[in-house]
């Protein structure tokens, strides 16, 4: 996440080739102090910010999804195949369309070469370290392959509990203001849970045999981002549980999950935008900090939860003091 990702930056490259912004990380204007009003609103409403382009483009998705897609409830009342495999299906395409638009461009058709990618190298073939001897096989593997059965699970157990009444449902008749405010706190819950769990299995004996398998991507592309354990996908979705105690709609719902499952791509495609000639605004320095480092940036750049906690760092030094991630964990 950079400062003003709209202004193009000169290749900046350390001793080890990384590309590197000319500009320290910084946080999102939220819980600045003293406040700052002009920032925040630009923040809120401004291009690129906080609603456009990546939350409205979510909500947009989910919407389409919703409106286009998505099982009526009635249908729900029982675990039946053909409902099941509407959402698994339509999982796997949103899926690929995101993680695969992404990959297509940077990396099948290499449209930004290696300008502003984070690591010069391309992912790591005939490599041992991954499934298939492949990074970008291996990662495929696990998001589309393993995490897309998380994702579909939640979605599926959740949708039968509410055509069961088994939790609570929420309509826009009865409380309008509640359920526009969903749409807006959705975004801040997840980068809270997520810096929780994050933190959570990377307590040592989770991290050896669950988060090591995300961490073997110390140079990310699109498809690492749900290349995970299938516990840690179960713990990272586990964002979507709010849903079974707070009263929300189906809507907010399905918006809060394919939030969580389709958000990764851009956090981890390893170019810092703008992409697509200056045009899409994309990509998260910050999270890359956390692969390179392992041990620092556990959330995201809204709610500055690893600056309380002791855990921020706002880029790269210069030269060979740059210690790898490998380097750095004992
Ligand atoms: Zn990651
Ligand atoms: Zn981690």
Same mark, same amino acid.
């Given at each position: 996440?950079?400062?003003?990702?709209?202004?193009?930056?000169?290749? +900046?490259?350390?001793?080890?080739? $990384?590309?590197?912004?000319?500009? %320290? &990380?910084?946080?999102?204007?939220?819980?600045?102090?003293?406040?700052?009003?002009? +920032?925040?609103?630009?923040?809120?409403?401004?291009?690129?910010? #906080?609603?456009?382009?990546?939350?409205?483009?979510?909500?947009?998705?989910?919407? @389409?999804?919703?409106?286009?897609?998505?099982?009526?409830?009635?249908?729900?009342?029982?675990? $039946?195949?053909?409902?099941?495999?509407?959402?698994? =299906?339509?999982?796997?395409?949103?899926?690929?369309?995101?993680?695969?638009?992404?990959?297509?461009?940077?990396?099948?058709?290499?449209?930004?070469?290696?300008?502003?990618?984070?690591?010069?190298?391309?992912?790591?073939?005939?490599?041992?370290?991954?499934?298939?001897?492949?990074?970008?096989?291996?990662? &495929? #593997?696990?998001?589309?392959?393993? +995490?897309?059965?998380?994702?579909?699970?939640?979605?599926?157990?959740?949708?039968?509990?509410?055509?069961?009444?088994?939790?609570?449902?929420?309509?826009?008749?009865? /409380?309008?203001?509640?359920? =526009?405010?969903?749409?807006? *706190? &959705? %975004? #801040?819950?997840? $980068?809270?849970?997520?810096?929780?769990? /994050?933190?959570? &299995?990377?307590?040592?004996?989770?991290?050896?045999?669950?988060?090591?398998?995300?961490?073997?991507?110390?140079?990310?592309?699109?498809?690492?981002?749900?290349?995970?354990?299938?516990?840690?996908?179960?713990?990272?979705?586990? @964002?979507?549980?709010?849903?079974? *105690?707070?009263?929300?709609?189906?809507?907010?719902?399905?918006?809060?999950?394919? /939030?969580?499952?389709?958000?990764?791509?851009?956090?981890?495609?390893?170019? $810092?935008?703008?992409?697509?000639?200056?045009?899409?605004?994309?990509?998260?320095?910050?999270?890359?900090?956390? /692969?390179?480092?392992?041990?620092?940036?556990?959330?995201?750049?809204?709610?500055?939860?690893?600056?309380?906690?002791?855990?921020?760092?706002?880029?790269? %030094?210069?030269?060979?003091?740059?210690?790898?991630?490998?380097?750095?964990?004992?």
């Amino acid at each position: 996440m950079s400062a003003d990702p709209l202004t193009p930056a000169p290749e +900046a490259r350390n001793a080890r080739g $990384e590309w590197r912004p000319p500009y %320290p &990380i910084k946080y999102a204007p939220v819980f600045a102090w003293p406040p700052q009003f002009a +920032a925040l609103l630009k923040w809120l409403f401004g291009f690129p910010g #906080f609603l456009w382009p990546l939350n409205l483009l979510l909500l947009g998705i989910s919407a @389409v999804s919703w409106y286009l897609t998505q099982p009526a409830i009635a249908r729900c009342v029982h675990f $039946e195949a053909g409902w099941i495999a509407q959402i698994y =299906v339509r999982n796997l395409v949103m899926m690929w369309l995101f993680y695969g638009s992404y990959h297509l461009y940077l990396y099948t058709w290499r449209r930004e070469g290696t300008n502003r990618k984070y690591d010069p190298n391309w992912p790591a073939t005939k490599s041992r370290l991954f499934l298939f001897g492949d990074q970008v096989y291996d990662n &495929i #593997f696990w998001t589309s392959g393993v +995490a897309l059965l998380v994702w579909t699970g939640y979605e599926v157990v959740t949708l039968w509990l509410y055509a069961n009444h088994r939790i609570p449902w929420l309509e826009w008749s009865q /409380h309008p203001v509640w359920f =526009v405010a969903w749409f807006f *706190i &959705i %975004p #801040f819950w997840r $980068e809270f849970h997520f810096y929780w769990v /994050h933190r959570l &299995i990377h307590w040592k004996p989770l991290y050896k045999h669950v988060h090591y398998l995300h961490h073997k991507n110390l140079n990310p592309n699109p498809w690492s981002g749900m290349a995970m354990h299938p516990v840690e996908t179960i713990i990272y979705l586990s @964002v979507c549980l709010i849903h079974w *105690i707070i009263p929300s709609h189906p809507f907010h719902f399905l918006f809060d999950l394919q /939030h969580a499952a389709l958000g990764p791509a851009s956090g981890h495609h390893g170019f $810092e935008g703008p992409i697509a000639n200056g045009k899409w605004p994309t990509g998260s320095y910050f999270h890359y900090l956390h /692969h390179r480092y392992f041990e620092c940036n556990y959330g995201e750049s809204t709610i500055p939860l690893d600056r309380w906690f002791g855990t921020f760092r706002d880029g790269l %030094p210069d030269g060979e003091g740059a210690k790898l991630a490998g380097e750095h964990k004992d």
